[in-house]
């Protein structure tokens, strides 16, 4: 029976090719079939590297790919992330021309370890609401969450096996919660974002999407130039966490509240311990201030003018509520969010906490024709600029549904090997991926 290389994440490739199982013709091969059978109903790609040209790059420069840590397995980013010579156009018609000269650092980092490039994944309108043409891959008719909706259903359909998304709100975390597949988003400031579209420049963020925690680590440590062996293994640690349902936010779906409930209970069984999230109000004034603060950032990063109308609808909508901002009341937003912070720094610290755990959405993706889904249960993390994951632990009439694990600022590595930790205990209640 031929291997389904593409079905196995990026540190058993890794494995595979280090002990001559494969060869990395074969696994590309295997990807590009993959595409080539899913992504005319998917829509992931804005701009694939043909399988030919790939195969030259590699080529080209073999003894280097054979001896570097990715061995030319492939990568995709994002549309708003830059890359030399192939279009970065945002989403927008605006710069659907534009080719830009140099690569993005994330991609910089990634080459010089020896991954190629595969494509660029399809994003919506500048990274906001406006959706392109990516379906769920689960269920074509729904949403794949936005904005890094191309990343998120590329790797939960087995189309690649690591992307880049990047976050201002959720769109990374959402994406990865109604795809059903491991997103990160690292603390403020964790990553560069050299070469990045800004949108928000208070709350952007450069985020990893991986069907495997191990594979996000293993990314994280290549973009901070950290070592890469041994990777680090998770362990039984008994773990302390608050949980924070999202009830004060907005509407959130039965099935949701359930499975945070059922993982509760569980980690409870394995020896954690949970404790009070007494922060309701927090989160609930941090949510409203994000959305201020990132109006009135998006309104002076997308000046347009004569071209204001060419924006979508949603972007407009922003824009001019971003514009009616004052800069005081925006200074004020500012200062209040940084108090808000302190007050969740000290919960970390008296409560013993080493993670939240929380819904990643409200709910299972929503049809598209009711939009790319709400982005309220990220808002407050994001502005907080803590780190967060998001897992596939729960599933509803087939549709997968996320719970994020959000942590201590600058305290990913621990975060993640706690994420690794929960992959593991739920990794036998998956749901099937997809066709």
């Known amino acids: 029976m031929k291997q389904q290389w593409f079905k196995r994440p990026l540190h058993q490739l890794l494995r595979a090719l280090n002990s001559d199982e494969t060869s990395l013709p074969e696994v590309v091969a295997s990807f590009y079939e993959r595409i080539a059978k899913r992504d ?47 279009p970065t156009t945002m989403g927008s018609v605006i710069h659907q021309n534009r080719i830009p000269d140099m690569d993005a650092s994330c991609v910089t980092a990634m080459k010089a370890a020896g991954g190629i490039l595969m494509g660029k994944t399809v994003t919506t309108e500048f990274a906001y609401f406006q959706a392109g043409k990516t379906n769920n891959p689960h269920d074509p008719e729904r949403t794949p969450g936005g904005s890094s909706s191309g990343s998120a259903a590329a790797v939960a359909d087995y189309m690649v096996p690591i992307a880049f998304g990047t976050q201002t709100a959720a769109s990374v975390i959402r994406p990865a919660s109604y795809c059903g597949c491991v997103g990160y988003v690292g603390s403020k400031n964790e990553f560069s974002l050299r070469n990045i579209q800004p949108l928000a420049q208070s709350l952007d963020s450069l985020g990893i999407i991986s069907n495997d925690v191990l594979d996000t ?44 409930a059922g993982c509760q209970q569980a980690l409870v069984g394995q020896g954690l311990k949970s404790v009070s999230f007494p922060l309701q109000d927090t989160v609930v004034e941090l949510t409203a201030l994000h959305g201020q603060i990132m109006a009135y950032e998006v ?41 808000l912070k302190q007050g969740l720094m000290q919960w970390f610290e008296t409560s013993g906490a080493d993670f939240i755990l929380a819904p990643s959405a409200s709910g299972v993706a929503p049809y598209k024709t009711e939009g790319t889904g709400a982005p309220f249960m990220s808002r407050a993390w994001q502005l907080a600029g803590l780190p967060v994951v998001s897992l596939p632990l729960g599933y509803y009439q087939k549709m997968p549904m996320g719970l994020q694990l959000i942590g201590k600022p600058h305290q990913d590595d621990g975060l993640l090997l706690q994420a690794r930790h929960l992959q593991q205990l739920f990794l036998s209640e998956q749901a099937a991926a997809p066709v």
């Open 40 to 86: 005319g109903q998917i829509g992931a790609w804005q701009y694939l590297i043909d399988q030919d040209d790939y195969l030259a790059e590699y080529e080209s420069r073999r003894e280097f790919y054979d001896a570097s840590p990715l061995k030319g397995l492939p990568f995709a980013v994002k549309d708003v992330i830059d890359t030399a010579d192939i």
């Open 217 to 260: 680590i293993l990314v994280r440590n290549i973009l901070l130039h950290k070592s890469l062996d041994p990777m680090p293994q998770a362990n039984g640690m008994p773990y302390v966490f608050g949980v924070f349902s999202g009830q004060v936010l907005g509407p959130m779906q039965d099935p949701m509240l359930e499975t945070l």
């Open 299 to 339: 309104a002076r990063n997308l000046v347009y003018e004569q071209q204001f109308d060419t924006l979508g609808e949603h972007m407009q909508t922003l824009v001019a509520s971003g514009l009616d901002l004052p800069y005081n009341d925006y200074i004020a937003a500012l200062q209040k969010a940084d108090s």
